[in-house]
C-alpha cells in the first residue's frame, strides 16, 4: 500500500472533472432552475426517465479537446485528473457493452470521450482516475435512489405526491427505475462497467466511488474485487460504510482543521463556484487567491487538492475555469514544482 500511494502523496494536486448528459440541462427543465448541483438535476427535477433520456438526443460536444483539457490542468501544475465516467443519472460516459445509456449509443455525438482523455493524459504524464457512481443510478433499473424531496429542487406543483411516491419506492420517483433489483443492476450493470473501465483505458490510478446509498457489504465486495484488475489502483472511502475504508478520506467542500487530522490520507473536493456539473447561471467563482490559499493550507497539511471543473455540453471549460487555472498556474510557475 505504501508504494501504491506514493505518487498519490507526492502529488497534491488534481483535476475534478464532472461531465455528462446534465451539462446540457445546464441547471434548467422547463424554464424552471433547478437547485442544488447541476450534476443532481433529474433527481432534484425529479425529471422522468423518458424525458431524461431524451435530452441525451442534444449532447453533442464537438468541440471537445482532450489534448486541450490535460495541458490546463498540466500548466496549472496538477497531476492527475478524476473524471466522472458514470455519476448518478447513470449516464456512461464511454462505450459500454453493459447499458445502451451511454455517451456512444444515446448521442449524436457517438463517440466515447474517455479514451482520447487516457491518451492525452499518457501523453503528458497526467495520472487518471474515474469516478463512478456504484450504487445510485436513476436511469439503469434497479440502481439506487437517494432520498430526496422534489420541493427542495423547484416549486413543482405535484411536490406533494412525487414525496409520497418516492417514500414508498426507495427515492424512485418513476417506475422505470425499479423493473430491476439492486442486485441485478450491480451484476449487470455496476460490475460489468467498471471491467470495462478498469481493461478498455489502459492504466488507471484511481478508483473514485461516491454515495453509497443502499450498498451492503456483498455488494462492495463484488466491486472490490473488480479492481483486481488494475493492481496498482488506490481508490477513495465512499464504496461502502463501514467496512470498506479505501485508501483515503474525502473531505467535502472543506479544509480540515489542525486538530481534525489523523494519520489518514486525505483529499479535499471543491468546486471554483457552487456547482459540479455545469450550470449556466451559477457565477458565484472563487478568486484566484482563494483557490492558491486553499491549494497551500491543504498541502501545508500533508492532504490533496481535487479542484473541480464542470464543462459545458459543447466540450469546454466554462472561461472563469480556464481564467483560474492560468492564474494557479502563474503562481505554481514561481512558488511551485510545476
Ligand atoms: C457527492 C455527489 O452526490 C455530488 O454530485 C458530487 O459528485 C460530489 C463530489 O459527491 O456528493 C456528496 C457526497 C458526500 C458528501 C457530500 C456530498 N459528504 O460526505 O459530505
Not at 430526496?148 to 406533494?160: F, H, L, R, V, Y
Not at 473531505?251 to 455545469?278: A, F, R, S, V
Not at 469546454?316 to 487555472?325: G, N, R, T, Y
Request: glycine share 8%.
Amino acid at each position: 500500500r505504501e508504494e501504491r500511494m506514493q505518487w498519490w502523496r507526492e502529488a497534491r494536486f488534481g483535476m475534478f472533472i464532472h461531465w455528462g448528459d446534465y451539462a446540457q440541462l445546464a441547471g434548467s427543465y422547463k424554464g424552471h432552475e433547478i437547485g442544488r448541483g447541476g450534476e443532481w438535476i433529474m433527481n432534484r427535477g425529479k425529471i422522468p426517465v423518458a424525458d431524461y433520456q431524451a435530452s441525451a438526443r442534444r449532447f453533442n460536444p464537438t468541440k471537445y479537446d482532450a489534448d486541450a483539457w490535460v495541458r490546463m490542468a498540466k500548466d496549472a501544475g496538477m497531476k492527475y485528473i478524476v473524471i466522472t465516467a458514470k455519476h448518478h443519472d447513470g449516464f456512461a460516459m464511454f462505450k459500454s457493452a453493459a447499458s445502451k445509456w451511454n455517451i456512444a449509443d444515446a448521442t449524436p455525438y457517438g463517440k466515447d470521450v474517455l479514451k482520447p482523455l487516457a491518451e492525452a493524459c499518457k501523453k503528458y504524464g497526467i495520472r487518471l482516475g474515474f469516478y463512478y457512481s456504484q450504487a445510485q443510478d436513476w436511469n439503469n433499473p434497479g440502481g439506487a435512489a437517494a432520498r430526496k424531496p422534489a420541493s427542495e429542487g423547484w416549486a413543482n406543483p405535484d411536490s406533494a405526491a412525487i414525496d409520497a411516491y418516492t417514500l414508498a419506492h426507495k427515492g424512485h420517483w418513476d417506475p422505470a427505475q425499479t423493473t430491476a433489483s439492486m442486485g441485478e443492476y450491480i451484476d449487470k450493470v455496476a460490475v460489468p462497467q467498471v471491467k470495462e473501465l478498469l481493461t478498455n483505458y489502459g492504466d488507471v490510478a484511481v478508483l473514485w466511488w461516491d454515495t453509497p446509498t443502499d450498498m451492503t457489504d456483498e455488494y462492495a465486495q463484488k466491486l472490490k474485487d473488480a479492481l483486481k484488475l488494475q493492481p496498482h489502483i488506490i481508490t477513495n472511502d465512499r464504496l461502502k460504510r463501514p467496512n470498506f475504508p479505501g485508501d483515503y478520506k474525502t473531505p467535502e467542500q472543506k479544509i480540515p482543521k489542525p486538530h481534525e487530522l489523523d494519520h489518514t490520507d486525505w483529499e479535499t473536493c471543491m468546486t471554483m463556484n457552487g456547482t459540479w456539473g455545469y450550470k449556466s447561471y451559477d457565477h458565484k467563482w472563487k478568486s484566484v487567491e482563494t483557490l492558491v490559499r486553499n491549494l497551500v493550507d491543504i498541502a501545508s497539511k500533508g492532504g490533496n487538492y481535487l479542484l473541480n471543473v464542470g464543462p459545458t455540453a459543447s466540450g469546454e471549460f466554462p472561461d472563469e475555469s480556464i481564467q483560474s487555472l492560468q492564474g494557479i498556474g502563474k503562481w505554481m510557475k514561481v512558488n511551485g514544482t510545476a
